[in-house]
C-alpha cells in the first residue's frame, strides 16, 4: 500500500533514531564536517531526530518544537561548499548502509536527501 509512509515502512522511531546514531559519529570525524559542527553533538542528534521523522512521513515533531524548518536559512551560518555537500551525503550513505535501510524506501529517502543536500550548498569551493 502506497499511502504507507516511508517512516512506517522503515520501522519508525526506532529506525530513524539508530539512523541518527550512525550518522554523527562518521560527520564527527570527517575531516571536511568536524569543524563547522560543534563538539557537544547530542543536540543537533536530537533536532536531527525530529526533523528526519517529519521528512520521511512521520509525526511532525520538529515543527511542533521549532517552526518551520527552513533549513536552507538555518544553514547560512555555515560555509556549506559542494565538497562539504558531498562529504555529508558520504556520511549518511554510510550510515544508510549500517542500519540496513535498503530496497525502494532506500531510493526514496535517497533521492530526497541528495536534493535537500544540493540545496543547502551556500558557498563555492575557495
Ligand atoms: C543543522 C551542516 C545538510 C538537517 C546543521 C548544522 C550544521 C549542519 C553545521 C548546525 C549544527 C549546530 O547547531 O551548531 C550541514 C552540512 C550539510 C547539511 C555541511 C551538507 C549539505 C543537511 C540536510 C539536512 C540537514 C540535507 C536534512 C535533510 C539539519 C537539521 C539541523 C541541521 C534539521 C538542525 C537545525 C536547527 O538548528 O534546528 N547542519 N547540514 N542538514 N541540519 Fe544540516
Given at each position: ?44 542528534m ?76 551556500n558557498?563555492?569551493?575557495?
Amino acid at each position: 500500500n502506497e499511502k504507507i509512509t516511508i517512516y512506517e515502512r522503515i520501522g519508525g522511531a526506532e529506525k530513524v533514531r539508530q539512523l541518527v546514531e550512525a550518522f554523527y559519529p562518521r560527520v564527527q570525524a570527517h575531516p571536511l564536517l568536524k569543524t563547522i559542527f560543534p563538539e557537544d553533538i547530542q543536540p543537533v542528534m536530537e533536532k536531527q531526530y525530529l526533523f528526519l521523522t517529519q521528512f520521511f512521513g512521520g509525526p511532525p515533531l520538529y515543527t511542533n518544537e521549532y517552526g518551520h524548518p527552513m533549513l536552507r536559512a538555518r544553514h547560512l551560518p555555515f560555509p556549506i561548499t559542494p565538497a562539504r555537500a558531498e562529504a555529508w551525503l558520504s556520511c549518511m550513505h554510510e550510515a544508510l548502509d549500517e542500519v540496513g535501510i535498503s530496497g525502494l524506501e532506500r531510493e526514496q529517502i535517497w533521492s530526497r536527501l541528495v536534493m535537500s543536500a544540493h540545496h543547502m550548498i551556500n558557498q563555492q569551493e575557495k
